[in-house]
């Protein structure tokens, strides 16, 4: 009877716990861990390689020569530019000085004839007027050609006559007919003069 008892007893008792043995809720969790890491893996954009194509096929030398080359490219474009604008600028004015020079020389010859009254005040604001466009003119780089008392100088002078004057070595201008001009150091025009020739050859006009 006890025998009988004891083995009920022992059927009724529940096994003890075991931590390690892993359940059906850890198996399902486990699972669902290990396919959503795949699926994290599956999105991952594909890394792409580069092209060898895309590299600049220069060196750093090679860069920095053609820079410097680019550079002095465009440095003598711009010295270009700008002395082919002061050439132009220079032929403007020299037409311009051109047409401007018979004037100058009409107002020279109404200077030059003697005045009744030296006071007279349109005589003096002709002579004002004419200083101050050869002022200006001057500062822009027109000068005049000196000539009396100067050596003949076959590139600024134009001699219309020769004379022998006693005092006078020859090739000596001894009278200016026509002013000439330089502008910005070139010849606008040169001075029409007289020149003295050797004491006792032969005069020309």
Do not use: C
């Not at 100067?150 to 004057?165: I, K, S």
């Amino acid at each position: 009877m006890t025998e009988k008892r004891a083995k009920r007893e022992a059927k009724n008792i529940p096994p003890p716990p075991n931590d390690d043995l892993p359940t059906d809720e850890d198996d399902s969790i486990e699972i669902l861990e290990v396919v959503g890491m795949d699926e994290g893996k599956a999105e991952a954009p594909p890394r792409e390689e580069p092209d060898p194509s895309d590299s600049i096929p220069y060196t750093r030398q090679q860069l920095y020569d053609m820079l410097l080359r680019k550079q002095a490219e465009f440095e003598n474009a711009r010295k270009r530019a700008e002395r082919d604008k002061e050439e132009s600028q220079r032929w403007i004015w020299k037409d311009l000085l051109t047409r401007l020079l018979p004037i100058l020389d009409n107002f020279q010859r109404a200077l030059a004839e003697p005045a009744a009254d030296p006071r007279d005040p349109f005589r003096q604001g002709v002579s004002l007027t004419f200083q101050q466009m050869m002022d200006i003119l001057g500062r822009e780089g027109l000068e005049e050609i000196r000539s009396v008392g100067e050596p003949f100088d076959p590139h600024v002078h134009e001699a219309v006559e020769t004379r022998a004057v006693q005092g006078f070595e020859e090739g000596i201008v001894l009278e200016e007919l026509r002013k000439g001009y330089r502008f910005r150091g070139q010849l606008l025009r040169p001075a029409l003069v007289k020149v003295s020739s050797k004491v006792g050859g032969s005069e020309g006009g």
